[in-house]
């Protein structure tokens, strides 16, 4: 193995393990919203139409 594949494998590796842990802190932030502040997080996702229809 030369370094060039080294350094590339390692490079791809790296990318599949950032978007991985991006997935899962977006995921633990939204269930953080949702704790906090379920009312405010559902105005933001839905915007000023169905509100009512989130909240039931």
Do not use: C, D, F, S
């Amino acid at each position: 193995m030369n370094q060039v594949m080294v350094v590339w494998l390692i490079g791809i590796l790296y990318h599949q393990m950032m978007t991985k842990v991006q997935i899962q802190v977006k995921k633990a932030i939204h269930l953080y919203l949702l704790k906090l502040h379920p009312k405010k997080l559902h105005k933001l996702v839905g915007g000023k139409e169905g509100t009512r229809t989130v909240n039931g």
